[in-house]
């Protein structure tokens, strides 16, 4: 009960920066709206000469709509991480009673709880406006809380790339590299069937389909069966990068010790 | 930025090997766009980096170390500083122009008036926007989101922007004018294309630097201490 308002303090904590960000999240809003836009552009005039996938356009602009609404929820963690570790703050955090992994993950928890309503409702809106359409509401369940344990992984991925600068010094090269990774074989702007064969096989061994192009994918086919298979697949990547994260700051916490730090 | 580029590259890889053609745009004319669009973008932040940086100066009241030199204020400010990524950009810009197979030598001259032409209409729009604090206060974030948005729309084809969004495109947001002409001007040439993008471009960059000056008799010194260099 004690950890639980623990951290749930360092929840609490990230609501109210993620407030008071909103500079950060305006832009998102603006950035997400226009995508929608040119996307939904785009996908009537690849319409005009046959779309590559059995699906409309309209299908398309909510499969997109989902995808960003996932990549752009979570806050870019791995920059505070890596500042706090520059300016040798993070040594301070190591002698309270609270993990530093686990005190980062909760202040994600409570930006993704102002973060995501507010991206899901440009998302929706936004598709909506320039499709005029709605997804089934099979879709719409099995969307969002597939796509809430999608971020939350993603954040992982955040915290990982930010530790890593107890190394690297700047983790922005390691940020941009997954980054593109999760983009390209997450399908953030293509369902993965449109893929050549080669790219879709890799991509199956990768978290990243599982993080953007399967949770959207319920837009295009509502399949419960599908469902449980990606549920065990996000919650097995999950749980592996939270226990690298782990593995990560501890071996970190090791080498600050044998310096003296 | 050369990941940055091909990894988005790899988007349009992906659609126009299922679907080569879309209102006339094919794979090459892609690379084009995206070649033209990087080089340009490219050699304004590694060349004229300080334009970005023009916002901030503004609101911190920064420019007065540059109003006391003898050189011209926007050229010193724009000057002040090189983005590493520019060069990122420009070398894998020139890699998509070269895969796009409209190069060659005949139409070289061509091909660096389009790039200088969306290079030249990248740094005025960057000083067209990044001057907006001298009569906005706190609009630096504005001013970087509506630059970056030109870059956006930039790298989609033309055709699929119509009415009133195109009349956005070639005027307030001017990508038609950093990346449509350009292109248009390599993929169909003629002297008359020439002349309009140039003449676009050049007198965007005139609106910019007459924009900039009028700020300037707005501005108020912040009485800082600043070190440049």
Not at chain 1, 14 to 30: D, H, Q, S
Not at chain 1, 192 to 201: E, F, N, V
Not at chain 1, 233 to 256: E, G, M, N, P
Not at chain 2, 141 to 159: C, D, G, K
Request: glycine share 10%; hydrophobic share 55%.
């Amino acid at each position: 009960m004690r950890t639980l308002v623990k951290y749930g303090a360092f929840a609490r904590i990230g609501v109210k920066l993620a407030v008071t960000e909103r500079g950060e999240l305006y832009g998102r809003m603006l950035f997400f709206v226009i995508i929608l836009g040119v996307f939904s552009a785009l996908w009537r005039a690849v319409a005009e000469a046959g779309l590559p996938v059995a699906v409309e356009p309209a299908t398309l602009v909510w499969y997109l709509a989902a995808t960003e609404w996932i990549v752009l929820s979570p806050a870019p963690a791995h920059v505070e991480i890596e500042s706090e570790i520059r300016r040798g703050d993070v040594a301070c955090q190591l002698v309270r009673p609270f993990s530093y992994v686990a005190a980062t993950t909760a202040q994600g928890l409570g930006r993704l709880a102002v973060r995501a309503p507010v991206l899901a409702m440009v998302a929706s809106g936004g598709a909506f406006a320039v499709t005029g359409r709605l997804p089934s509401g099979d879709a719409v369940v099995l969307v969002v809380p597939f796509g809430i344990a999608a971020m939350l992984a993603i954040h992982g991925l955040y915290v990982v790339t930010g530790l890593t600068a107890f190394w690297l010094g700047d983790s922005s090269p390691l940020f941009w590299i997954w980054q593109k990774l999760l983009f390209i074989l997450g399908g953030l702007m293509l369902p993965l069937s449109i893929y050549p064969g080669w790219m879709q096989r890799l991509a199956a061994y990768t978290p990243f389909p599982y993080l953007l192009a399967r949770p959207a994918g319920f837009v295009m086919a509502s399949d419960a069966g599908g469902a449980w298979d990606l549920a065990w697949h996000l919650a097995a990547w999950t749980l592996t990068i939270a226990l690298i994260a782990h593995a990560v700051f501890a071996r970190a916490v090791k080498s600050l010790h044998l310096n003296g730090g | 930025m050369v990941l940055n580029n091909v990894v988005f590259f790899t988007f349009w890889w992906v659609l126009l090997a299922r679907v080569p053609d879309i209102r006339g745009w094919q794979l090459r004319d892609m690379q084009l766009l995206f070649g033209i669009t990087a080089t340009s973008y490219g050699l304004v932040v590694a060349f004229a980096g300080g334009v970005r940086e023009l916002g901030r100066f503004i609101d911190e009241g920064a420019l007065d170390t540059l109003l006391t030199q003898p050189k011209p204020t926007l050229l010193y400010a724009a000057g002040l500083h090189s983005r590493a990524s520019g060069f990122g950009d420009v070398a894998s810009g020139a890699c998509f122009i070269i895969a796009s197979g409209y190069v060659g030598w005949a139409n070289a001259p061509v091909v660096g008036l389009a790039v200088a032409a969306g290079a030249v209409t990248f740094l005025g729009a960057g000083i067209l926007f990044f001057s907006l604090p001298f009569w906005l206060s706190r609009s630096e974030t504005v001013s970087r989101q509506a630059w970056e948005l030109i870059l956006t729309f930039a790298l989609y084809p033309e055709p699929l922007f119509g009415g009133a969004m195109r009349l956005l495109l070639f005027t307030l947001l001017p990508a038609g004018i950093v990346s449509y002409l350009p292109v248009d001007m390599v993929r169909h040439p003629s002297v008359a294309g020439v002349l309009m993008t140039l003449a676009a471009a050049a007198m965007y960059l005139a609106l910019a630097v007459w924009t900039f000056k009028r700020g300037l008799t707005r501005y108020a010194s912040g009485s800082r201490f600043v070190v440049f260099g």
